[in-house]
């Protein structure tokens, strides 16, 4: 692990990142030593440093200390933690804070390789995500409704749960994305109010608009994904996870455009 | 600082408090080198770890430790963080994790002295509160949006800001309570689905109820604070600040039932 660039597992009780939250992060998939989409990650965080008024980071620091982590593993997770940094009193974050940044790699998750095959089981989750449209789309430190909604159920049979918010609509996983397939056109979740907006998802995204395939982010309830014809859940580490059943309702898993799937896998950025 | 009893200042950068803000916390005042209300603070959050799911604390050493740092000082603030623990995959926290406990004093704040007795000067935010039903009322480590909100204004004449959720209801200062006095009687907004209920709110709550003074919980909006009589804010630091002005309204500041103030203050709890 590298705190600040230096090899070290501990940071400050005063950083702003344990006091408050007060930060972002990233998780990358590592693939032969590499972090996987790299440039996109920390584009993200320092759009991530803008809406939160940190000071911006040297991402070419960020950069260099990333592939240096990464560079010791073959497959793994590669994590960037920024917090706005240390000290200052209260809630009013000083304007002239230096960000403390924190990389490391974790192993690769156990999950099952035929996830991406055979599909996997979503149930839908009691917590709610609350709104908040400065924070939306960031994947920052404030992530107890995950925690919570996450903790709902210890069955492992079950691989992911979906999450609305307080107006029943449909936002995501507890750590993915989630897409519609109806009439072979995508739909996915506009997440203007809460929700993490994925590299992986905006990759899908692209993808299907590349390929002509029609893909539009969308308010989506419950019987929406009911009805879909299929579902398809994205992160950084998982890639593409058909949904097999999700609260009772099964569905095809080879529903997702193949061309889409290859292309996804081809540009390195799915793992399967 | 003590972390886990043992003089620090440093943490794992893979606790959870850090990674996600999965914990809690509680801010003292020490007055002659005692944390006030420390009991009540106490019961707070062995309340809140049971709303996360958190392995209940060893309370006597919390208090022990408690003590032992505010001795080291006369008049202080005494900050206890208690996080989930360190480590765990994913979202998904472990049952049986020990929790973290940091506990260490800070300086007094600078406050001037005559913010109790003059008022202060209070702005309206637009940064608004998400709801969440199962975070209501808890002083976790989620507090971006606290720090976004307090970030909104640099000008030193105004002293705190109102906070509103999303359907505009008034919820909070971004580290007080808020009570309108009206007709003689006190209303507090319900903080049902967002909000961190303040130990020296239902101090000042069941004070008000001792000496027959009514005080309810209610739906507050900008309009009713407008209309108000008077307006404090409540902390276990500032104790009761009256409101002189909030957005562009003027109000008396000696509309504090003297009794009821009286009774705050020689409880200890305040430290005006």
């Known amino acids: 692990m590298l705190i600040n660039g230096q090899p070290s597992h501990l940071i400050s009780a005063l950083d702003r990142g344990l006091q408050y939250g007060d930060g972002l992060f990233e998780t990358l998939a590592v693939i032969n030593g590499k972090p996987a989409l790299l440039d996109r990650h920390l584009e993200r965080l320092v759009a991530g440093c803008q809406a939160l008024g940190m000071v911006q980071p040297d991402i070419n620091q960020l950069r260099e200390e990333s592939r240096a982590e990464a560079a010791q593993t073959s497959r793994a997770v590669l994590k960037i933690i920024l917090t706005r940094g240390e000290g200052g009193r209260g ?33 839908l989750c009691d917590t709610r995500l609350g709104w908040n449209a400065r924070l939306a789309g960031l994947k920052h430190l404030n992530r107890l409704e995950q925690v919570l909604a996450r903790a709902e159920w210890s069955d492992p049979g079950i691989n992911e749960g979906v999450v609305l918010d307080g107006a029943d609509n449909v936002i995501e996983g507890t750590m993915s994305n989630l897409f519609l397939v109806k009439s072979g056109q995508l739909i996915t979740p506009l997440l203007d109010q809460c929700g993490v907006k994925g590299i992986m998802r905006q990759v899908v995204i692209e993808t299907a608009r590349d390929l002509a395939i029609k893909a539009e982010e969308q308010q989506v309830r419950v019987d929406d994904l009911k009805a879909a014809d299929g579902l398809f859940l994205t992160n950084s580490l998982i890639g593409i996870w058909p949904v097999r059943v999700f609260d009772g309702v099964e569905y095809p898993v080879n529903l997702i455009d193949q061309t889409l799937l290859r292309t996804v896998i081809s540009k390195g950025f799915a793992t399967v």
């Open 91 to 123: 809630y009013n974050p000083a304007s002239t804070m230096t960000p403390t940044r924190i990389i490391h790699t974790t192993p690769w998750p156990d999950y099952p390789d035929d996830h991406a095959r055979v599909g996997v089981a979503v149930r």
